[in-house]
């Protein structure tokens, strides 16, 4: 059984997605969400997890700081939990670069877009619907990938493309995009487990 850690800064659709593929779905028996992180005190992702009974943190993440405090904690939980895979979902921030050199090759992110079209720093949430809308493009869609120390360039595990219709809007799009990412992250992570 992989013990999984999710990051979230807010709504945490994804995180229930997650929760309940280990409950119900496909990854029944094989991972379980044992922390979630929030640097938003505000974020509904943590009640989720409280309804879950899932042990949850809120972390401060200090600005005008190097992230070293932010990093630092996590770190130890993720130690003392023997955390195997951290899941990026709906995580506002990078990760410090010695989280990611000591979880290399265990930490995922999901990315509303077609990566590597639509990423990159700046690039989250309405802003990447926003912009994939004004430049007219006609398929978009998300990715899930390694994390790495940079934003949104690590290896790609799964991506899945739907069509932007013309009478869609951002808030539109946004939806559409969750419905399929609700079913490729649970997808991704059983391919790591399993690799
Ligand atoms: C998701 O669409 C996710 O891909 C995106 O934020 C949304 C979070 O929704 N992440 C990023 O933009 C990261 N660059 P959720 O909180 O309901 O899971």
């Known amino acids: 059984m992989k013990k999984l850690a999710v990051l979230v800064s807010g709504n945490g659709s994804n995180l229930q997605a997650i929760i309940d593929s280990t409950k119900c779905g496909i990854l ?12 938003n005190a505000n974020a509904y992702a943590l ?34 939990l023997k955390i195997d895979i951290i899941c990026l979902a709906g995580f506002n921030r990078i990760l410090g670069k010695s989280v990611v050199k000591i979880f290399d090759g265990k930490i995922l992110n999901i990315h509303p877009s077609l990566l590597p079209k639509f990423g990159g720093k700046g690039m ?34 799964i991506q899945e493309a739907i069509d932007v219709l013309p009478e869609y ?17 649970p997808k991704a992570i059983k391919k790591i487990i399993e690799n």
């Open 124 to 157: 989250y949430g309405r802003f990447v619907h926003e912009a994939v809308i004004q430049a007219g493009e006609k398929k978009s869609g998300s990715t899930v990938h390694f994390v790495d120390e940079n934003y949104d360039t690590g290896k790609i595990i």
């Open 169 to 185: 809007t951002p808030n539109i799009l946004a939806k559409k995009v969750l419905e399929i990412e609700h079913k490729i992250y």
């Open 28 to 39: 029944k028996n094989m991972a379980k969400v044992c922390l979630v992180v929030s640097n």
């Open 47 to 80: 009640e989720r997890a409280r309804n879950e009974a899932i042990k949850n943190l809120y972390i401060k993440w200090r600005a005008f700081e190097d992230d070293s405090f932010f990093d630092r904690e996590i770190l130890k939980q993720f130690q003392n």
